[in-house]
């Protein structure tokens, strides 16, 4: 397996810093990313039981669902770690991915860091650089 690294930020809708994820393998957009999509494909509520949308994965609040993605990441020992906020960008990523809470719900983003996707500095959508690398 090589070793495509990453680290995935999560910000609330305050912009307050969450958690930082770190992703030893698989970190592109394809793969990562594709599956980060999956993970936070639902809706942030504040207190459960208030109508929980029909066919929805519901997260109370957006603690909820970090600790729902870091699950659905981890699969056994080693790959997916927890690091300080202060790691982020700072441990040898080639992708780093934010998953914020916007008004229209959860929202990931990634920015590249070696390797060419074309984003630049910018973080960009992760379902816009998808679309691009499935079409090369």
Known sequence: KMATRASIKFKDSDGNFIANVYH?????????????LELTDGVV???????????????????CLAAYVIK???DGPGNVYLY?????????EEYLY???????????????????????DVFVPVKDVVVIENNK
């Open 45 to 63: 509520v504040n207190g459960l039981g208030l109508g929980e949308r029909l066919g929805k994965q519901v997260f109370n609040g957006f603690g």
């Open 84 to 92: 300080s906020e202060s790691d982020y960008g700072n441990v040898g």
């Open 24 to 36: 030893h393998y698989d970190g592109y957009p394809s793969g990562l990313g594709v599956k980060l």
């Open 72 to 74: 659905g990441l981890k």
């Open 98 to 120: 934010e998953v914020v809470d916007l008004e229209n719900g959860p929202q990931v983003f990634v920015k590249s860091l070696h390797a060419d996707i074309g984003t630049g």
